[in-house]
C-alpha cells in the first residue's frame, strides 16, 4: 500500500502515513457506527457533517511520529491541496473521492490487499479475511 501510494503521490513515507491517519479519521463517522450513513460512501464530496477530523497532536499520537514532524508535514500536504484545516485547527482531507487517480489508488489497494491475502491462505494462513 504505501508502494501505491508513494508511486501515485510522490510523498515520502511519513506524510504517506500522516495522510493515512488524517483519511481514516475524515472516514470514521461515514464507515462505522449505528448510525453510518452508508448511502453517502461511494459519494464523490460527502456532506461536512458526515465528515470527521483531527487534530495535529491526534495524528501524532496515532502514527508515534514527533509532533513537529508531523505539523511541518501537515503544513506541507495542505499546502499540496490534498488536506484542508478545519474548525480550531484539526485536519481533515479535501472532498475529492470522485478523483479518478484516487479511484485508481483505490482499486490497486484492494487488489492488492486480495493479492495478499491469496498468498497467505496458499501459504495455510488463515488469510486476512478469516
Not at 500522516?18 to 457506527?33: F, K, S
Not at 450513513?37 to 501524532?60: F, K, Q, T
Not at 480550531?88 to 485508481?104: A, F, K, M, T, Y
Request: charged share 25%.
Amino acid at each position: 500500500m504505501l508502494h501505491l501510494l508513494r508511486e501515485a503521490t510522490g510523498l515520502d513515507h511519513e506524510s504517506i502515513v500522516i495522510a493515512c491517519a488524517v483519511n481514516v479519521a475524515a472516514m470514521r463517522p461515514l464507515l462505522l457506527g449505528a448510525d453510518a450513513p452508508l448511502h453517502l460512501v461511494d459519494v464523490s464530496e460527502p456532506p461536512d457533517e458526515y465528515r470527521g477530523s483531527i487534530s495535529r497532536s491526534g495524528v501524532a499520537e496515532i502514527t508515534g511520529l514527533p509532533r513537529e514532524t508531523v505539523r511541518r508535514k501537515i503544513n506541507q500536504l495542505i499546502e499540496a491541496g490534498m488536506l484542508e484545516e478545519h474548525g480550531s485547527g484539526e485536519v481533515r482531507p479535501i472532498r475529492d473521492l470522485g478523483n479518478p487517480q484516487w479511484q485508481h489508488i483505490a482499486d490497486a489497494g484492494f487488489a492488492a490487499v486480495q493479492r495478499y491475502d491469496r498468498r497467505l491462505r496458499s501459504l495455510n494462513c488463515k488469510g486476512i479475511c478469516g
